[in-house]
């Protein structure tokens, strides 16, 4: 889907940006680019719409050479969401979110039905939000409506930077996990900015960490990231704790189960983390549930076993 071949920028004071990077985000997957600041995450990422144009290498997109493709062309074939959502102040919600549309030559009942879609898609009920100015939301409702425009005309691929750090932790959390519904749910290619390792490993499907330089560390899962560090720097990066995090995004293993039930029942969707919380709550054994069939009982034995086998 994206593909970047020995991707380099160096300006004209002779900083190199980014060197030789290359990395490849499948479809429908969110990557997300990580690293300190001054890695090259923000550039990397404007290099796929050509809001930045490499000195060296190749951006493909589908195949396609992104150097080939007209830039405005390109842009309205990609959604972009910034870190302070960037809505048009003087346009009501749903003109911010028909910009695309509008420019694409959708006529006005096409238009209205995708406005009202997206906007019951990311949860802001249409009849109640679509004439509100932006300075009449919160700013989580604001970045509702920057994913909802960026989502406008179909794009193929979702650019995504810094998008949640504008907000407070409490709705930062929220936004993720609605975030994480919607784009599986919609199936869209994205690409996300972060400089915060939490963010990156919940959010992640694969997570490209990034040095000073724009040097590619490593490019994996978050399991993997957490509890394989490839290079000293992704171990620093991550932190101490990894292992901790680990658990919380590392799914259960059915397949070990242990016959019976307990007082204590947990999901099987849980990941570890949540698994080990029931276990201190608990007795020492906890049960795993499919909605009303149990599954078998987990162990502090068992949880352990599965916390070390290699990702």
């Not at 390109?74 to 509008?102: E, M, S």
């Not at 995504?160 to 996990?177: I, N």
Request: proline content about 5%; overall charge neutral; glycine content about 8%.
């Amino acid at each position: 889907m994206i593909r970047l071949e020995g991707v380099s920028k160096t300006y004209a004071d002779g900083t190199t940006a980014v060197a030789e990077l290359s990395l490849e985000v499948r479809r429908g997957e969110l990557c997300v680019l990580v690293g300190p600041s001054g890695c090259g995450k923000t550039t990397t990422m404007k290099m796929l719409n050509r809001l930045i144009d490499p000195t060296a290498g190749r951006v493909l997109l589908d195949g396609e050479d992104v150097s080939r493709i007209d830039p405005v062309q390109l842009r309205r074939r990609v959604g972009y969401v910034i870190q302070n959502v960037g809505l048009f102040p003087h346009l009501k919600v749903r003109d911010n979110v028909a910009t695309v549309p509008k420019l694409l030559g959708w006529d006005k009942a096409r238009i209205r039905r995708r406005v009202d879609e997206l906007l019951d898609l990311v949860g802001l009920e249409p009849a109640i939000y679509r004439d509100r100015y932006p300075a009449q939301l919160s700013g989580g409702q604001r970045q509702r409506v920057g994913v909802a425009r960026a989502l406008a005309a179909d794009p193929l691929v979702m650019l995504m930077d810094e998008p949640f750090s504008a907000v407070d932790p409490v709705s930062r959390e929220r936004l993720q996990t609605e975030f994480l519904r919607l784009q599986k749910e919609v199936g869209t290619t994205v690409v996300l900015v972060t400089h915060d390792i939490d963010e990156a490993v919940r959010l992640g499907d694969r997570v490209a960490v990034l040095r000073q330089g724009g040097h590619l560390e490593q490019h994996a899962t978050p399991a993997t990231l957490l509890t394989n560090p490839a290079t000293p720097f992704v171990a620093d990066f991550v932190g101490a704790d990894r292992t901790v995090k680990a658990l919380s995004v590392t799914p259960l293993d059915r397949s070990d189960l242990e016959p019976g039930t307990a007082g204590t029942s947990i999901a099987a969707t849980a990941d570890l983390g949540q698994a080990l919380v029931a276990l201190l709550a608990g007795d020492g054994r906890v049960e795993v549930r499919d909605g009303d069939r149990s599954l078998g009982t987990l162990t502090a034995e068992t949880l352990v076993r599965q916390a070390r086998r290699p990702r």
